[in-house]
């Protein structure tokens, strides 16, 4: 494989993380919804891939998309983030 495919899969493992990173700063409830939506969406995109004519979904991408969301969790974490819920506070 060339450059671009790894390009490409760098692209997915770091939009994922970012995408995972910025849903800590939401309240639990959507936090967790967001989590899950991409976990699915991760999921889901490589398998509506089998029906594009010339593409294919791959249980690797699958894993990749897990793996950035894995990474956005861990810097999360690293941040203090989740913390407490943040969706009854009000501004100052």
């Known amino acids: 494989p060339g450059l671009r495919f ?4 760098a692209l997915h493992l770091g939009v994922y993380s970012v995408l995972t990173l910025l849903a800590a700063w939401l309240p639990d409830r959507s936090r967790w919804g967001a989590w899950l939506g991409l976990l699915a969406h991760a999921a889901l995109t490589e398998w509506l891939q089998t029906f ?5 979904g791959s ?3 699958v894993l990749i998309n897990c793996c950035g969301i894995a990474l956005g969790l861990a810097a999360a974490l690293g941040l203090g983030l989740p ?3 943040r969706s009854c506070q009000r501004a100052a």
């Open 59 to 61: 249980a690797s991408d």
């Open 52 to 56: 594009v004519p010339g593409r294919g």
């Open 6 to 9: 790894y390009a490409a899969k």
């Open 83 to 85: 913390g407490k819920d």
